[in-house]
């Protein structure tokens, strides 16, 4: 079992709508929570942060993280054709030593 | 500010030969790690410099190792290439290294080899 879960999708909307990305996990010690955004032939760029559980909004972006069921999720909202791009999520524990998901390829459709 | 670059961009190898990539972090950065990306296993954590110094290494064979000079600046090689060594490799720089800092990636060398 990998110790970080991410359906790698695809994943194809319409824009506007309300798209939903996951990640489950299975280390307990993991503190802090990234998603991470990477379109084709860059390096990935942070979306969010989060440390510990709870809920972080920026813009349209919510990311929420839940502890105690080891599952974190990044809501967007009113979603962009320019959103379309790879959407990864990342945790550690205490240091740089980052997590990763497999990645969501995500499109929006004008 | 210059982001994180990352020479050469692209670059096309053989089995059993070596390879060096070069990493320039973000002026100020400290902190330079390392990424492996590959469709097959997603990024995965090579190594992590701080003032010279690795501080913390994932579960890489020995023939990937890396340096950090002076100025923060850092290269990784890799000996003896296998063709599961092609992938993008990704340099990330952050201000420090104690806890949680925010990574700055690069934009990766995608290496190829034949």
């Known amino acids: 079992q990998k110790e970080v879960e991410q359906d790698p999708g695809p994943l194809s909307v319409p824009e506007g709508a309300i798209v939903s990305l996951n990640c489950t996990y299975s280390n307990s010690a993991f503190q802090y929570f990234m998603w991470y955004r990477q379109y084709s032939r860059k390096g990935p760029e942070l979306l969010m942060y989060t440390y510990s559980s709870g809920n972080k909004e920026d813009g349209r972006f919510t990311a929420q993280v839940d502890k105690s069921s080891k599952y974190i999720s990044l809501f967007i909202r009113d979603s962009q054709p320019s959103d379309s791009a790879t959407y990864l999520c990342?945790?550690?524990?205490?240091?740089?030593?980052?997590?990763f998901g497999a990645g969501t390829r995500l499109t929006v459709k004008p | 500010k210059a982001g994180v670059t990352q020479t050469p961009r692209y670059l096309i190898k053989t089995r059993g030969q070596q390879v060096t990539l070069s990493c320039s972090p973000i002026s100020g950065h400290r902190s330079v790690s390392w990424y492996q990306q590959t469709p097959g296993q997603g990024l995965q954590f090579l190594f992590e410099y701080f003032s010279e110094t690795q501080r913390n290494k994932g579960n890489f064979p020995g023939r990937f190792s890396g340096r950090q000079f002076s100025n923060s600046r850092s290269e990784m090689n890799v000996s003896t290439l296998e063709l599961g060594d092609s992938a993008l490799y990704l340099c990330?720089?952050?201000?420090?290294?104690?806890?949680?800092?925010?990574?700055?990636f690069g934009p990766g060398t995608r290496l190829t080899v034949l």
């Open positions: 990342a945790m550690t524990y205490s240091n740089n030593d980052m997590r």
């Open positions: 990330a720089s952050s201000l420090v290294a104690s806890a949680y800092n925010e990574q700055f």
